[in-house]
């Protein structure tokens, strides 16, 4: 295992800005998110969680995708270039790293969204393992092991030492071209550090927190219980849910006009907004109970029946704690555990 | 709080079981000590779920529009702030007040989880308030706070232990006791700004914005059946933060239309996952109103006519008021 030192950060980070643009959590306005690294940036690789996701860097939250130009009664039609730019996203958790794997499964399949596939392989992930969860953690939940991230490259933050291990080639290829920063390491520390933060894990409250398997088995019954009114009820309709998540990914595609010119755009969308899928008309969910019940169904009955069982949620805890009334996929997946009707 | 929850119950249970209204508006706790949810109970055997703690900031008052226009009775529990929202949203016409039970409740200030996690608090396994004492429990260990100091920060500027409209009291009036803030004063530190400054300041503070629309949701001025964001054939409906200059509009349009009309609860910024100054935009429109037209408190009473829609003979003129003259 290699490691690299605090004080060698600021070097290590240029080193892989010089690679492809970095992004990594840093402090801005208070809170910590993902950020590209530019000398100067406040990078904070303690905080468990950034306030948003990452995903924006394989699906941004507005992508142009078309041009259309008219001169007189000519029409062009121009395609825009594919997002080909390398990229590195530093100090990515194990949630969120498995996000991707969700994500893929959206994009990644016939048809294959190109702009998405583009940035995706010009990306080389490099995780960060948990060493402090927070209680609104439940990766263990989908069994994603927070200690052992995964991804293109794993590090672990041991007291003021960074270890950092190589898992594929791309990753090699990366540590190949910092290799002169980095040391020679011992395991024991990480070891150390891997158990003491199960150790924690056991400790919080969502520790033992299962879905139940009935849940994507019943899809009938889940969808008709009564569970939905009372929690659809409170809803706001809002969306900072959606847009906060790893794992949901719809999105609306719009055309914006300027002069003599039509930009074909996409923009995340959220099953929870009033005014979503606008299918010939109207949303065909109109009622606050159908779109609520609809992002549920999806990350828990729906998904997985179309992905040999993988939940479309990673347990990142975000949901936990944006939702402004603290509604959460938690509570929904509880209350449909112990609903009589399912 | 445990013996005013208690009052709330037998309440609650009392409205149902005598069919006196066919919903009562609550709290309902979560997965954690301070996750309370809002929530609609309807039958007595579930309000073993009731509760009413430090982490009950949600005004329910918005709630009660879906029943109203259903016709349904329904109670609500009140805190002192909220009852100016339900008076601006009857005032609006969104909820009827012959349908309506407001009971209110006293309150000693809502904690801000917000405030206690950022000075690095993870793990929370429980929170146990007496006083001004909070000890924190967490997996890494407990952790002192004094209530007075992790409040959230409309609480610090609480208008107050009176109700504005209530059917019933509940308990006895209780105060707030920190260090009071003035919304006021951050809106004199942009007052006192060049107007290039005030610019990049609004530029950078809105360029965080998501467009989850959780501020509007959450805010009892913005009542709209169909907002204008999100209506497709309207330019303006944005998902997505698509620019900057989108969401300058999307912010600018709402506190001029909220404008006279916002209670000054402090919910929008209160939920902005993005943590954006919403405030000091109302609160700006809020002072300006007042040193223009005469001390106007909206939710105060349910029929006043405010400031923007009434007209006066000597109201101030907009050209003339630029000059500082009135
Ligand atoms: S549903 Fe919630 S916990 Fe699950 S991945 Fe999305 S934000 Fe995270
Ligand atoms: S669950 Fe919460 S965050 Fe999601 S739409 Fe409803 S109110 Fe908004
Ligand atoms: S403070 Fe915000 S949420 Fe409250 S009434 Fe004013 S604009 Fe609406
Ligand atoms: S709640 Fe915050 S992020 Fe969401 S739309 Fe309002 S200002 Fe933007």
Partial sequence: MLKINKAKWAELFAALSAQGTLYLPAEVDGKVDFTVWQDGTEVNLQATQTAKSIKNVFFPQIENLLDFKTDGLKLSVEQRMLPEEDTIAFGVRGCDVCSFEVLDKVFLKEPVDAFYKARREHCTIVSLACSAPDETCFCDTFAIDATNPGGDVTTWLVGDDLFWQANTDKGKELTEKIQALLAEGDEAGVNAQQKATKEIMAKLPLADFKIDPKIPAEQEKVFNSAIWKQLSDSCLSCCACTYVCPTCHCYDVRDFEIDNKVERFRCWDSCMCKDFTKMAAVNPRVSRLERFRQRYMHKLVYFPENNEGTFACVGCGRCLQKCPVSLNIVKVAKALGVAKDV | ?326
Avoid at chain 2, 29 to 37: A, I, L, M, R
């Fill in chain 2, 1 to 326: 709080m445990q013996k005013i929850a208690e009052l709330i119950k037998k309440e609650a249970e009392s409205l149902l079981k005598e069919n006196k209204v066919t919903a009562v508006w609550a709290w309902q706790p979560g997965e954690f000590y301070y996750d309370n949810s809002p929530v609609c109970f309807t039958a007595p055997e579930q309000l073993d779920k009731l509760v009413y703690n430090e982490f009950c900031p949600s005004n329910l008052g918005k709630y009660l529009m879906a029943g109203s226009k259903k016709n349904e009775t329904m109670a609500v529990f009140a805190k002192p702030c909220d009852t100016y929202g339900i008076n601006q949203l009857i005032k609006d016409h969104r909820i009827k007040r012959e349908l309506i039970t407001v009971i209110g409740i006293p309150c000693s200030g809502m904690i801000d989880i917000k405030k206690i996690k950022n000075q690095g608090v993870k793990g929370i396994i429980s929170v146990s308030v007496s006083g001004d004492d909070v000890i924190v429990t967490t997996a890494y260990g407990d952790k002192n706070f004094k209530k007075s100091e992790v409040l959230l920060a409309k609480c610090m500027s609480c208008k107050g232990s009176d109700y504005m409209i209530a059917d019933k009291e509940l308990g006895e009036k209780m105060e707030v006791k920190c260090q009071k803030l003035n919304p006021e004063d951050g809106v004199k530190k942009l007052e006192a700004m060049t107007s290039q400054e005030r610019f990049a300041f609004w530029q950078q503070e809105l360029s965080k914005c998501i467009r989850c629309n959780a501020c509007r949701d959450i805010c009892p001025a913005c009542s709209c059946e169909q907002c204008i964001f999100d209506n497709q054939e309207a330019a303006v409906a944005g998902k997505a933060s698509a620019n900057t200059a989108e969401e300058q509009m999307f912010h600018i349009i709402r506190a001029y239309h909220v404008a006279g009309r916002c209670v000054g609860c402090g919910e929008c910024a209160r939920v902005c996952p993005q943590g954006i100054q919403l405030g000091l935009l109302n609160t700006k429109f809020a002072k300006d109103i007042n040193e223009f037209y005469g001390k106007y408190q909206p939710g105060a009473d349910d029929d006043s006519k405010a400031p923007l829609v009434d007209y006066k003979f000597d109201d101030v003129e907009p050209t003339i008021s630029a000059k500082g003259v009135r």
